[in-house]
């Protein structure tokens, strides 16, 4: 199982940085080179504990459909959202925030399961493994972006 972990540091307010993760918004916003769009359960706004949200993007040429639901919630410290239904056998992203020295550390803990057994830990070693963590850190470029400027305040409505 590729594990991922991702560390960002980002000169704002850790309940924005906290928000701007959850925001299904910002998240349609850092992923739109990948025609990603919310289609169905919560598809605007911040994502909830216990809420779900559809996402349909295109990766690798194929648009493909994936529920992930948070499961577990503490505002601003973090929340994981996991896999219902996707592409993947599995997958669960632990994000955890902290404040320090004026400043937030977000850490991204990534885990997932590759479909097709064999063919999959290829994919894993060959592409997949760097394919995501580039994912996540643009996420998380695009968080930081936002809550370093007032960009935040678009998307969060503020």
């Given at each position: 199982?590729?594990?991922?972990?991702?560390?960002t540091?980002?000169?704002?307010?850790?309940?924005?940085v906290?928000?701007l993760?959850?925001?299904?918004?910002?998240?349609?916003?850092?992923?739109?080179?990948?025609?990603e769009?919310a289609?169905?359960?919560?598809?605007?706004?911040?994502?909830?504990?216990?809420?779900?949200?559809?996402?349909?993007?295109k990766?690798?040429?194929?648009?493909?459909n994936l529920?992930s639901?948070?499961?577990?919630?503490?505002?601003?410290?973090?929340?994981?959202d996991?896999?219902?239904?996707?592409?993947?056998?599995?997958?669960?992203?632990?994000?955890?925030?902290?404040?320090?020295?004026?400043?937030?550390?977000?850490?991204?803990?990534?885990?997932?399961?590759?479909?097709?057994?064999?063919?999959?830990?290829?994919?894993?070693?060959?592409?997949?493994k760097?394919?995501?963590?580039?994912?996540?850190?643009k996420?998380?470029q695009?968080?930081?972006?936002?809550?370093?400027?007032?960009k935040?305040?678009?998307?969060?409505?503020?």
């Amino acid at each position: 199982m590729p594990s991922l972990k991702l560390k960002t540091i980002i000169n704002a307010d850790i309940q924005i940085v906290f928000d701007l993760s959850r925001s299904i918004d910002l998240h349609k916003i850092s992923t739109k080179h990948t025609n990603e769009e919310a289609i169905a359960g919560k598809t605007n706004g911040l994502i909830e504990l216990g809420e779900q949200v559809t996402w349909r993007a295109k990766h690798f040429g194929v648009y493909q459909n994936l529920t992930s639901k948070i499961t577990n919630y503490k505002s601003p410290s973090y929340f994981t959202d996991e896999m219902v239904t996707g592409a993947f056998n599995s997958f669960k992203h632990e994000h955890h925030f902290e404040r320090v020295n004026k400043q937030t550390v977000m850490t991204d803990y990534f885990e997932y399961i590759s479909p097709f057994g064999v063919f999959g830990k290829l994919a894993d070693a060959l592409f997949l493994k760097k394919y995501m963590l580039n994912l996540l850190d643009k996420r998380n470029q695009t968080i930081k972006e936002f809550a370093e400027s007032d960009k935040w305040k678009i998307v969060l409505n503020k």
